[in-house]
């Protein structure tokens, strides 16, 4: 069993900003494989599918992004999922918008929903999908910068990312994460 997490933040009022782009991620792939959130628990929405003959859990915490590691861990005692097995998808407000990145295990480099996730389950050692946010007009303080919506001029490249992420996300499922680094890290 595998667990792909999105980060973001619940209601109405969020789903735009470029913190939730994580959400966003999870969400298409959900579409995309006819899988629904129609469970609660765990503190978060989620649903389940069979992705090449494994199960896959998707999920979106409700506990806000910075407590995001209470959810995620709820889902790994749970189910008794290794770490190995979870993706995160996430927003990196240092890496430039238009880019991926895809890691083994690392640390939180500054973002509060990792850093929640790794005092959570005590480890580094799980898979991560960063997914750049960083504009030409950053704020120099980060929560307003994370909380706001994309600009206009960058609405499509945003949109783009979803689409990208969501094809970096299958091909993490299928065929794993070193092959899927190999591919996705060396695109701009």
Known sequence: MKIV????????EYQD???????????RLAYLIHAEFCEK???????RRTV???EVILAKPTTYINRSGIAVNSFLHHYH???ENLLIIYDDADLELGRIRI???GGAGGHQGINS?????GTKNFQRLRIGVKGK?????????VLAEFTPEEQPVAEEMVVKGTEAVEFVLREGVNKAMNKYNRLG
Request: charged residues 20%; glycine residues 14%; contains cysteine.
């Open 103 to 105: 890691r083994c295990q």
């Open 81 to 83: 999922i290794p770490s």
């Open 137 to 145: 007009g950053r704020s120099n303080v980060l929560t307003e910068y």
């Open 117 to 121: 996730i790794i005092h959570c389950l």
């Open 52 to 54: 090449d003959k494994e």
């Open 17 to 27: 900003m470029r913190h939730n782009i994580g959400f966003k991620v999870v969400e």
């Open 5 to 12: 997490v999105g980060l973001g933040n619940p209601g109405e």
């Open 41 to 47: 628990g765990h503190f978060s929405l989620y649903g």
